[in-house]
């Protein structure tokens, strides 16, 4: 009985140092990623975003940058998917009709390119990585700023333009950023 409690107590403590070595190492990675430049703000969403994938216990660095890539793929495909469904909602004035079209568009291409990321980071390429996932996150501020802009092309702000897309925009260029942070330290 009392070795089984030992034994229970081992496995414990086993257990919990090995959530605490995940846990650290994706902090730690993190921390390494955001800490330089103008976005060591992103740091909570980025240990917040890994911890809570599947997969990232015991990742490394590549196996997190792997897992902030596929979780652009899926939030873009998500964001496609939400904006398709405010299109078919309707009740949108031209202007933003004309917004949520070029926002389905750009998400569209901007899937496209992921993929070619994907392969970029398999194979090694940062360089390729960094700038197609920059084309990646242009899909994410290109559709902000169709629905900021007056319409004339001159990207003036309008007060009542408030984008309903803001929130997956803004997720949006957070997963690429940090995705492509954590490919630059590797």
Not at 23 to 52: H, I, N
Not at 87 to 101: D, T, V, Y
């Amino acid at each position: 009985m009392a070795t089984r409690f030992v034994f229970s107590l081992l496995l414990a403590v086993a257990c919990s140092h090995a959530a605490l070595a995940s846990s650290s190492s994706v902090e730690d990675t993190c921390a390494k990623a955001t800490a330089t430049g103008s976005r060591t703000d992103l740091a909570p969403f980025c240990v917040a975003t890994l911890q809570a994938a599947p997969g990232s216990d015991g990742a490394d660095a590549r196996g997190l940058a792997v897992i902030a890539t596929n979780l652009t793929l899926a939030n873009y495909t998500a964001a496609y998917g939400t904006i398709k469904a405010l299109q078919q909602r309707g009740g949108w004035s031209e202007r933003e009709q004309a917004a949520l079209a070029t926002c389905r568009q750009l998400y569209i291409e901007a899937l496209n390119v992921v993929h070619s990321s994907i392969h970029a980071l398999n194979t090694g390429q940062t360089q390729a990585y960094v700038a197609d996932m920059g084309v990646v996150q242009r899909a994410a501020t290109g559709c902000e700023d169709a629905f900021s802009s007056d319409g004339g092309g001159n990207g003036n702000r309008s007060a009542t333009a408030q984008s309903p897309l803001q929130k997956v925009d803004d997720d949006a260029i957070n997963l690429t950023t940090v995705a492509m942070l954590i490919v630059l330290i590797l």
